[in-house]
């Protein structure tokens, strides 16, 4: 499931307004995308915007067992609720994070249920099988740090390319887009202007979505949706 296609074409959730709540106003470059598209498959390289996205197409579409790797991280104590999923080669607490470490072999149902269960959280996860290939970068990004294009790299069937490219219309091999966030205001429940933290949490992000592709290193097609998430 990609998040920000759900909130471009009018599909907005819970779980896209959970991808906002870092942004004060202002605009930020971020949701990079690199594609090269072949016969079969598509190469995509993105930035840390689309890692739990990634996870979630793929658990949404694999037949088979994979083997996964990497990290979740949470900022609750979530040990009993990844051990009823799989096993983990480390868990441990830093600072207010909770981290589970994983390096195992899951069924399709495992994969769908632990994207179901953490995709509020961070889902640092590396997937490979017959299919699918996933790597992602093994740390969060820091805050306010510059954005890495190439965090996240994933290899996908054809079929998925849809996910990405929804409304490119032409045929192509390689496609890049860049999403502007312009945050023009952000809407705080009246019951919550006294609570700052649940405020920060819980207050819609209003604005606008600049989403500019550039076609085979030619055509330039820029978009601007307005949003509420």
């Not at 799989?86 to 069924?107: H, I, M, N, P």
Request: net charge positive.
């Amino acid at each position: 499931m990609n998040v920000l296609k759900l909130l471009l074409t009018g599909r907005a959730n819970g779980v896209s307004h959970g991808k906002f709540v870092r942004y004060g106003k202002g605009e930020y470059e971020r949701f990079l995308l690199d594609i090269a598209k072949g016969k079969s498959n598509c190469k995509i390289k993105s930035s840390f915007d689309f890692a739990n996205d990634f996870v979630g197409i793929i658990a949404d579409n694999i037949k088979d067992s994979s083997d996964v790797s990497g990290k979740i991280i949470a900022a609750h104590d979530f040990k009993n609720e990844i051990d009823a999923i799989c096993e983990t080669v480390d868990y441990s607490k830093r600072g207010k994070l909770f981290t589970a470490e994983l390096s195992t072999q899951l069924s399709p149902d495992q994969l769908r249920r632990l994207y179901e269960k953490f995709s509020q959280h961070f889902l640092l996860l590396n997937i490979k099988s017959k299919d699918f290939s996933l790597k992602v970068g093994k740390s969060l990004p820091k805050p306010g740090g510059k954005i890495k294009p190439n965090f996240c790299s994933a290899t996908l069937p054809l079929a998925l390319l849809d996910e990405f490219a929804w409304d490119v219309k032409q045929d192509f091999k390689k496609l890049t887009i860049n999403h502007i966030l312009k945050i023009k205001d952000i809407i705080i429940p009246p019951e919550l202007k006294n609570d700052p933290a649940r405020a920060r949490l819980e207050a819609k992000r209003k604005g606008a979505i600049v989403r500019v592709l550039k076609i085979d290193e030619g055509k330039e097609i820029t978009k601007e949706t307005e949003f509420t998430a």
